[in-house]
């Protein structure tokens, strides 16, 4: 279990660490999405532990910020980032995708403590996440709500049924982050259906629009910060990533969209991995 | 006497009743006016969400707002309501067991004039088949008002169904609602008349025109589709020993369905199914649609009686 709040060279290797449980796991699985789980590991790392206000000790607790993951195929990372900041044991990781787990191959509320939604089928992450938005509005409470889209998951047309309502109901308590690292199963976004103009297209929907790289940890958090300084409308982050992000012969490389690793395979990213990490220290 | 009583002005009254209870938030896709959920607008602006044509987005937000303790009533028509957002209400509601109030209106084929893209006739089914979902289909005005007061006590997801037009009452204002029990409302001894919706109106004429040929014909309102009744249907069954089911609905995947179901495994018993066959509606006027679809009460009395000379 890693303690929250760290500083960014400490959050790099927290991201870092969740890329390696996310290997072992899938691997330890045989199955698994690792290529969107590492392109997500740096917003992960940030949001659990510096940036969202949670107790893993107390998963309802009331004052909580929520966390959504539309795109849950990557389930890994979120689970990883769950134990490691201490909401189940590590080494239930291992059961991941495994018969009578809790971790099952996508996110189920009641299930995992920690995990506030079902998710999978893409395209309504955002909807949910516009659903506790209002609710936090109706109740005068002052919590956030997040809510991670892949980017290929943005081809689904209720993604943009819930920018508009929540524009229309100024959701400035919602933050999306749209994890653009270019590739869906078939092949790049943009040959499969494109959908630039994207910084445009949230802009059109009446939504604030950073775009980061999704990797750089300081620029992800200061998006966070001007999150909170949304007054009427509604933030969206859009970060620039890679598709593998951290093992070498993971990136950009859509063949690990939806496979894991071999044997092989593993040993030679978990070496990459904690190579990068002994560089943070 | 029975009055004629649009449900959905009893949905919208029970609504407005519910209104004072904090945690009840209703959404519309734009058809408050239709589906009477502007009741509840008028009385209490602040927890009413227009959310616009985009019903699969409202069943996402139902999610959240569920997931965070409210209690939603989510209306639209019933082909929107089931059909096009089928596989969020699998995800949003019935997955996670929230706490939504599907409660659809303009179901059936009375919808009448606006044609098949209208009339649900498939609602009940697509429903049915959800794990974790309750599924409700009231006979009447006074049961819509009772029934809506009951779902809204009710922790879990539930589909709730009406028609259009003003319906014959078949129960008394202020008679209980309980979710899951069916209703004898007249005992007889050749056969089991089970209707949901309006056509128990229509099951209860079956059973007079019947009497006059000196047949006993039991009539059960079976508001509950989903979870059955199992005990009063098979109880029911075990007296008459052949059966009649009657739905505004496809004979595929609904009330029908349910009981042959029930009663193929533990009773087998003659069962004719009243209901759409597999086709979809048309434009016409209601009374004009139930006599081509062969929905009348007449259509329930000939059943009937083919249910009887199919016994033993």
Known sequence: ?281 | MSQMLAQRDYYGKALRALACREDIVVLDADLAGSTKTSEFQKVCPERFVEVGIAEQNMIGISSGLAAEGKTVFASTFGVFATGRCWEQIRLCAAYPKLNIKIVATHCGISVGEDGATHQALEDISLMRTLPNMTVISPADAYETYAATMAIAEYDGPVYMRMGRSPVPTVSKEGEKFTIGKAKVLLEGKDVSLFGTGQMVFNCIEAAEELRKEGISAEVINVSTIKPLDRETVLASVSGTGCAVTAEEHSIIGGLGSAVSELISEELPSPVQRIGTMDMFGESGSPAELFVKYGLTSSDIAEAARRAIKKKR
Request: net charge positive; glycine share 8%; charged share 25%.
């Open chain 1, 1 to 281: 279990m890693i303690r929250l709040a760290k500083s960014e060279k400490e959050l790099k290797e927290v991201a870092n660490k969740l890329r390696l449980d996310v290997i072992e796991m899938t691997s330890e699985a045989g199955s698994g999405h690792p290529g969107g789980s590492l392109s997500s590991a740096d917003l992960m790392a940030v949001l659990y532990f510096r940036v969202m206000n949670h107790r893993p000790s107390d998963p309802s607790w009331d004052g909580r910020d929520r966390f959504i993951l539309s795109k849950g195929h990557v389930a890994p990372i979120l689970y990883a980032s769950l134990a490691e900041s201490g909401y189940f044991p590590v080494d239930e990781l291992m059961t991941l995708r495994k018969i009578n787990s809790r971790l099952q191959g996508h996110p189920v509320r009641g299930k995992v403590p920690g995990v506030e939604m079902s998710t999978g089928s893409l395209g309504q992450g955002l909807s949910m996440a516009c659903g506790f938005a209002l609710a936090a509005k109706m109740d005068g409470k002052k919590h956030r709500v997040y809510c991670l889209i892949g980017d290929g998951e943005l081809q689904s047309g209720m993604n943009w049924e819930a920018a508009m309502f929540a524009s229309q109901y100024k959701l400035n308590n919602l933050v999306a982050f749209v994890d653009r690292n270019r590739l869906q199963i078939s092949g790049c976004t943009d040959d499969v259906m494109s959908i630039e103009p994207l910084e445009r297209k949230w802009e059109s929907f009446g939504w604030r629009v950073v775009t980061v790289d999704g990797h750089n940890i300081g620029q992800i958090i200061n998006a966070c910060n001007w999150a909170k300084r949304a007054r009427t409308r509604p933030t969206v982050v859009i970060m620039n990533t890679i598709k593998g992000k951290g093992v070498s012969f993971m990136e950009n490389n859509v063949a690990f969209h939806g496979k894991s690793c071999n044997q092989e395979e593993a040993v030679c990213a978990e070496n990459e991995l904690e190579e990068a990490m002994r560089f943070c220290r």
